[in-house]
Nanobody, 116 residues
Framework: QVQLVESGGGLVQPGGSLRLSCRVS????????MSWYRQAPGKERELVAV????????NVLDSVKGRFTVSRDNAKNTVYLQMNSLKPEDTAVYYC?????????WGQGTQVTVSS
């Protein structure tokens, strides 16, 4: 059974940092691109970052360039989203996701709130 479990969200002040984790079970992530999405209240879910399993590179949303990075630990079957210089507009529920066998899988999400 495929499961994605996010953790690491919370309340942080503007300018602060958080690292989100996404632990995957049910298959090994080494061959798969891993994505992070977010959804703010009243808004559509948007793609934040995609990490390639082939090149190791990450493509990110323009509004988070230079602030967010993705890494993975294949031995732990875990993907990370490092978020620096957080802004109030980064407040959202963050989800990790992977497409495998034509099915897109989602975690349950973790809340990130950026507020003073």
């Amino acid at each position: 059974q495929v499961q994605l479990v996010e953790s690491g969200g919370g309340l942080v002040q503007p300018g602060g940092s958080l690292r989100l984790s996404c632990r995957v079970s049910g298959f090994t992530i080494i061959l798969y691109g891993m994505s992070w999405y977010r959804q703010a209240p009243g808004k559509e879910r948007e793609l934040v970052a995609v990490h390639s399993s082939i090149t190791g590179s990450t493509n990110v949303l323009d509004s988070v360039k230079g602030r967010f990075t993705v890494s993975r630990d294949n031995a732990k079957n875990t993907v990370y989203l490092q978020m620096n210089s957080l802004k109030p507009e980064d407040t959202a529920v963050y989800y990790c996701s992977v497409e495998r066998g034509g099915i897109r899988y989602w975690g349950q999400g973790t809340q990130v709130t950026v507020s003073s």
